[in-house]
């Protein structure tokens, strides 16, 4: 072999294999990272290594730290596995290696990002004029929606963040649900206003924001410059907020909307649990995640606003080299997002898209949503087992009982391989929880997890 074609070849051979394995193998590594360490090697290579043997050492060194988190049988935090597509597009993207900063370094990368979120718009239900900024996640997603809205809100106020930064300007108000996903500080922090800034409003016993809490202390010292940041979909429960309702309270307030979307969007792509988020064309921005339920490989989401114009302001930059292409040029890679030389994302969400469809996309939300039931039903057969949420979309919360028990029998269920999950802390309860968001999981897999996390739990109980 030798040679980067030989390389190549055997690599599209080693990922099809891997790949096909997932379907069968056991879900947890069977290595540590200490002990993986030292496999990937002791000190700094002094003199350079041929290709082949650098592939060797790295598929030796690395197998057995891999989590089978690609395949059918993994439901834990919200992790979707690659659409065949959208991997194969993916790995081209690595091999075309192109910067998709602007139209002078890659024309492909940026038209892509255009056509890609177009139909992402249309998928999601969300105005055709909003910008995407392909980002690397909803965590980034999260930060340019708040940047975006940080600086609307202090421009209305007759104040540039941009320039005058955040020392002597109006207060901002920031109200976010109690249930908030953890980035939503990360992001309010890196902004500069502090996790103090946050209000929190109040959640419903299902993990919604209370809407009419969050009216209420809007209608109190409306004046000031506020942004509200709802959600789509709550990490245990799956609840989405009501969105109309967040719509209408922060456009009595002349507040930015921003919706923290990163799984929970999806449901609009779907007939069936479209309701679950209606309203949301109304926000100001949304982030939303392409690596988890649309199954594009990793480093994938999507920061998009309903102003263009706001979000590149807030975003983008100019320098002497680049503004001979700035009179007239489009928006568009590195003016929506907090980089600049960036992966050409673009490529793989295209590719999912292409290859699902409307009806597909529809499909994979409602077939991940009816895998949620099936587990919960098997679950709650089990004696002793209780669903705590509502499965209203691809979340279920399992109590197999006291806080010692559900960690032993989580445990447990890791170490036996059949399926991976993790548990969680929720309402002052130890509970398991099951995420679904895997289009290659099938009621087979469901079936055999519920077994198995029956078996764990016997085996737990009779030790006791
Ligand atoms: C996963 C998640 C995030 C963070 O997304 P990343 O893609 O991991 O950055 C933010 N909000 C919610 C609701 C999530 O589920």
């Known amino acids: 072999m030798g040679g980067l074609r030989g390389e190549l070849s055997r690599v599209a051979q080693l990922v099809a294999d891997y790949r096909e394995r997932l379907r069968g193998a056991r879900v947890a590594p069977v290595a540590g990272r200490a002990e993986l360490r030292s496999a990937f090697g002791g000190e700094l290579p002094g003199s350079p290594t041929p290709l082949s043997q650098v592939i060797d050492e790295l598929v030796a060194a690395a197998t057995p730290g891999l989590m089978g988190s690609a395949g059918p049988r993994y439901f834990g935090f919200v992790v979707g596995g690659s659409l065949d597509a959208a991997l194969v597009a993916d790995v081209l993207t690595t091999g075309w290696d192109q910067n998709a900063f602007n139209e002078a370094l890659s024309p492909a990368a940026m038209a892509v990002e255009d056509v890609a979120g177009r139909w992402l718009k249309e998928l999601l239900g969300l105005p055709a004029s909003a910008s995407v900024g392909f980002v690397t996640g909803a965590q980034g997603a999260n930060t340019v929606g708040l940047a975006a809205a940080r600086w609307w809100v202090l421009h209305q106020a007759g104040w540039d963040v941009g320039r005058n930064g955040l020392f002597g300007a109006p207060r901002v108000r920031l109200l976010a649900g109690a249930e908030r996903h953890a980035t939503i500080d990360r992001a309010v922090r890196l902004l500069g206003f502090g996790e103090h800034a946050i209000e929190e409003v109040p959640a419903l016993p299902d993990g919604a924001m209370d809407t009419d809490a969050l009216a209420l202390a809007l209608s109190r010292d409306s004046g000031s410059p506020t942004i509200v940041c709802a959600q789509a979909g709550n990490v245990n429960t799956g609840a989405c907020d009501d969105l109309g309702a967040a719509a209408d309270a922060a456009r009595g307030a002349n507040a930015w909307l921003h919706v923290d979307g990163a799984f929970g969007m999806w449901a609009a792509a779907s007939p069936r649990t479209r309701e679950l988020v209606g309203g949301i064309e109304r926000a100001d921005s949304w982030a939303c995640d392409g690596h988890k339920w649309l199954n594009v ?120 391989g059949t399926l991976w999950l993790g548990a969680t802390s929720w309402r002052g309860e130890r509970l398991l929880r099951v995420s679904v968001s895997n289009w290659s999981t099938t009621e087979e897999d469901v079936d055999r997890c519920v077994e198995a996390i029956a078996r764990a739990r016997a085996a737990v109980i009779a030790r006791k």
């Open 297 to 416: 490989p990793y480093d994938s989401g999507y920061g998009i606003c309903a102003h263009p114009d706001v979000h590149a302001t807030a975003m983008g930059y100019t320098a002497s080299y680049l503004t001979g292409q700035v009179v007239g040029r489009e928006f568009g890679g590195g003016d929506f997002v907090a980089e600049s030389s960036r992966r050409a994302r673009g490529f793989a969400t295209w590719a999912a898209i292409r290859s699902l469809g409307r009806s597909g996309v529809a499909d994979l939300v409602d077939r991940s949503c009816a895998l949620a039931r099936r587990f919960a039903d098997g679950l709650r057969a089990i004696d002793g087992v209780t669903i705590v949420n509502d499965v209203v979309l691809n979340q279920v919360l399992v109590r197999v009982g006291d806080e010692d028990t559900t960690n032993r029998i989580n445990r447990l269920v890791q170490d036996e």
